[in-house]
């Protein structure tokens, strides 16, 4: 499962992970020996006795990385500046399976921004409507927006209409999985 190109690590410390594709929370002990396969986003993905895990940035010391930093916004900050943040926080959220994130896989359908109450709501689908991980992957977005200067309120709904299909994949998404 892991390639030529995957770094060695070993857990520093216990660390609670997330199990993928079923998405279950599982805890790695320090020790364990295991092989990060993918490093994007903030979020690793790592190899350890046949099966694939999910370590959030926050828990990236466990493999001895650097934890993940929050962003930030200028003083004057515009309502621009905010939204281009939002999404580019969104294009740090990658479905563990797929190097590609979601904003490339053309999974975000809809992104309203109320900037007096501070509040975001997106609407997302998912590549496959059973995939495991989708609360996870939703977690994921809502953390992600969540720490925008500004925001106070994230709701991130999971929709399946309009089907997600590979023609919504941006070109750059298309190139790198090979569907071009």
Request: hydrophobic share 40%; with cysteine; aromatic share 6%.
């Given at each position: 499962?892991?390639?030529?190109?995957?770094?060695?690590?070993?857990?520093?410390?216990?660390?609670?992970?997330?199990?993928?594709?079923?998405?279950?929370?599982?805890?790695?002990?320090?020790?364990?020996?295991?092989?990060?396969?993918?490093?994007?986003?903030?979020?690793?993905?790592?190899?350890?006795?046949?099966?694939?895990?999910?370590?959030?940035?926050?828990?990236?010391?466990?493999?001895?990385?650097?934890?993940?930093?929050?962003?930030?916004?200028?003083?004057?900050?515009?309502?621009?500046?905010?939204?281009?943040?939002?999404?580019?926080?969104?294009?740090?959220?990658?479905?563990?399976?797929?190097?590609?994130?979601?904003?490339?896989?053309?999974?975000?359908?809809?992104?309203?921004?109320?900037?007096?109450?501070?509040?975001?709501?997106?609407?997302?689908?998912?590549?496959?409507?059973?995939?495991?991980?989708?609360?996870?992957?939703?977690?994921?977005?809502?953390?992600?927006?969540?720490?925008?200067?500004?925001?106070?309120?994230?709701?991130?709904?999971?929709?399946?209409?309009?089907?997600?299909?590979?023609?919504?994949?941006?070109?750059?998404?298309?190139?790198?999985?090979g569907l071009m």
């Open positions: 499962m892991f390639s030529h190109t995957s770094q060695p690590c070993t857990f520093e410390r216990d660390c609670d992970v997330v199990m993928i594709p079923a998405g279950d929370t599982v805890t790695i002990p320090a020790g364990t020996v295991g092989y990060i396969t993918q490093a994007l986003g903030g979020s690793f993905t790592v190899f350890v006795d046949g099966n694939l895990f999910r370590i959030a940035g926050v828990d990236a010391d466990a493999i001895g990385k650097q934890p993940v930093m929050p962003p930030s916004l200028p003083d004057n900050a515009t309502d621009d500046d905010v939204e281009n943040l939002l999404w580019d926080q969104m294009k740090t959220v990658y479905d563990p399976e797929i190097p590609v994130d979601l904003v490339n896989l053309g999974l975000i359908y809809r992104v309203d921004i109320d900037q007096e109450r501070g509040r975001v709501d997106i609407d997302m689908t998912l590549t496959a409507p059973g995939c495991g991980m989708g609360d996870i992957i939703v977690q994921d977005a809502q953390e992600k927006i969540a720490v925008v200067p500004t925001v106070s309120d994230v709701r991130v709904e999971l929709v399946f209409d309009p089907p997600w299909n590979q023609s919504m994949m941006s070109e750059e998404a298309r190139l790198q999985t």
